[in-house]
């Protein structure tokens, strides 16, 4: 009597009652319900499709008439803070972003103006990608080791997957420049250098 | 001579109007859809910096349909290719001769119909000619030697059959209550008041049944979404797939004018065409007993303001269905016809000829 089949089962026919001189009729209903498991049978009036389609009508018609009257008010000035639309019109009206998206890369600079890398070469061993490549030289300061003479990185591989930032010792690559719109006509033009990436 | 003149004047009248607002409806319905679903819509096109909400998009849409090269695939029939768009075309755009725009105008000593051909068999022209517009989306897609167009129109003759007998038999009770086919009459007709002088004698109220038939009916008669199977915009793309340039935009107009057809059409039959609620030829008679004494030209630009926004209403909510219901299957597309709304149909005319005869 565990069976939840079996007890669904009994449920059913207590639900269509099968004793009747009808039985047949409510049988096939009872083995459609079985089938369609426990979905509700649509009433007559569900089936007609009339309430559905007056509800329908009714939500976007609501939608219709609130951003309408917006509109207008917003067209002779008026409610400039209730917004008619959800939308952003994006290239002059930008979203607000999350303080931890990652966007596109810069180098952080010393107070020289100087690149804050070292050229440990850490964020080109972490990148799965493979798209950071640097060329490291000797630094004329004797307190910093090296510097990077070039850093490249190619935002057509990059999967702006962040690790570079996490991996930096020196805090010296970071991806808050906020810049979503990277796209270029060529590839080559997709690969930034140092000058590039410490461009503001 | 000047019987010409004015037969002139009112066809290129209600062609410029029927157009200009078919023309109208690519924004309308950009705008809408837009409003409705919290979005701005298409607001980018710019003449010397001026947006003018949009206008500009059917102009520039326009230029693009004009611009574009014209197609004709391999193996077509070229003539019929040729053909079928003007076909769909002309036709929504002719049965606009019969519908009436405004009362009589009375200039001089002449009594101007308010009605680019005031024919007697109004109604039955009106129907003609949109089933001669099945023809060009029929040979649309035959001519074009496309199997998915072929498809499209086999589609579009199985729906426009079903839906317009149904069309035809929902009408036959208003037929049957205003006893006349010639649009004008009848709009007269719908002037008449019942239940003590407050309920103006309109279609809607005598054949409720058949305003809900005949609008579904007409809105799957314009091949709008929820009865876009002909064009199938997700998986055959419809009849007129290998048309380009301004032939596909030709189409595409078909399809609204045949809207701003059925909303006029609509208007005609079940709300009280140019009748304005209480006015008679010479003024207000207001059921509580105002009387407001209008002159002859007042009333007609009452009258035809009054077409206008009705027509705009039905606009209005053809353009909401087509953007808030999702379509039918194809089985159901068919059930809904033959097994739902032509019975009812065949019923409303038995129960309407019934009270007839009852009230006599």
Not at chain 2, 116 to 139: D, P, Q, T
Not at chain 2, 163 to 174: F, H, N
Request: proline letters at 4%; one cysteine or more.
């Amino acid at each position: 009597m565990d069976n939840p089949n079996q007890k669904r089962r009994q449920e059913l026919e207590k639900y269509f009652d099968v004793q009747g001189p009808f039985a047949f009729l409510r049988l096939a209903q009872m083995k459609r319900a079985w089938r369609q498991g426990n979905r509700r049978q649509l009433t007559w009036w569900e089936n007609t499709y009339i309430p559905t389609l007056i509800s329908g009508i009714w939500l976007t018609s609501k939608h219709f008439f609130r951003n309408l009257g917006f509109h207008i008010l917003h067209l002779v000035g008026l409610c400039k803070d209730v917004r008619a639309a959800v939308t952003y019109q994006y290239p002059e009206q930008k979203r607000p972003l999350g303080l931890r998206l990652r966007t596109r890369h810069r180098l952080t600079k010393r107070e020289d103006d100087s690149p804050r890398c070292v050229a440990c070469m850490m964020c080109e061993t972490v990148c799965p990608a493979r798209c950071i490549e640097i060329t490291a030289a000797e630094h004329p300061d004797p307190n910093i080791e090296k510097y990077p003479a070039e850093f490249i990185l190619d935002l057509g591989k990059c999967v702006y997957c962040g690790f570079c930032v996490e991996v930096c010792p020196e805090d010296a690559i970071r991806m808050d420049t906020g810049i979503l719109n990277t796209s270029e006509y060529s590839r080559e033009s997709m690969i930034y250098n140092k000058k590039r990436l410490m461009e503001e | 001579m000047s019987d010409i003149a004015i037969k002139l004047l009112l066809s290129c009248g209600t062609l410029a109007g029927a157009f200009g607002i078919a023309g109208l409806l690519t924004w309308v319905e950009r705008k809408q859809s837009a409003v409705m679903q919290d979005r701005i819509g298409a607001n980018r096109a710019t003449i010397f910096g001026f947006k003018a909400l949009g206008l500009f998009h059917a102009i520039a849409d326009f230029l693009k349909m004009l611009s574009k090269e014209e197609f004709i695939p391999q193996g077509a029939n070229k003539f019929l290719f040729n053909l079928a768009p003007y076909l769909s075309f002309t036709f929504a755009l002719v049965a606009f001769a019969a519908i009436p725009i405004g009362d009589r105008l009375i200039v001089g000593i002449r009594t101007i119909d308010l009605q680019a051909a005031n024919l007697n068999i109004a109604l039955i022209f009106i129907f003609a000619m949109m089933s001669m517009g099945v023809y060009g989306v029929v040979l649309a897609g035959v001519s074009s030697n496309n199997n998915y167009a072929f498809l499209g129109s086999m589609r579009a003759a199985a729906q426009m059959i079903a839906y317009e007998i149904t069309m035809g038999a929902a009408i036959m009770g208003v037929i049957m209550v205003f006893n006349t086919l010639d649009l004008q009459m009848l709009v007269h007709r719908e002037g008449a008041y019942m239940l003590g002088g407050w309920l103006p004698k309109w279609g809607i109220f005598v054949q409720p049944l058949a305003f809900i038939l005949f609008l579904t009916a007409a809105a799957a008669e314009t091949k709008r979404t929820p009865f876009d199977l002909p064009e199938g915009e997700a998986e055959i793309i419809g009849y007129f797939v290998e048309y380009s340039g301004m032939k596909f935009g030709m189409f595409f107009l078909a399809d609204l004018i045949e809207t701003v057809l059925v909303a006029a059409l609509m208007t005609t039959l079940f709300l009280g065409g140019w009748q304005v609620p209480y006015l008679l030829p010479d003024g207000f008679y207001f059921p509580w007993g105002g009387h407001i004494a209008l002159s002859n030209i007042p009333v007609v630009l009452l009258g035809i303001l009054s077409f206008f926004i009705k027509v705009s209403f039905f606009i209005w909510l053809l353009m909401s269905v087509r953007w808030t219901f999702p379509r039918f299957r194809y089985d159901q597309l068919m059930n809904l016809g033959w097994k739902v709304l032509l019975p009812a149909s065949l019923v409303n005319i038995a129960l309407t000829a019934v009270v007839i005869i009852l009230l006599k």
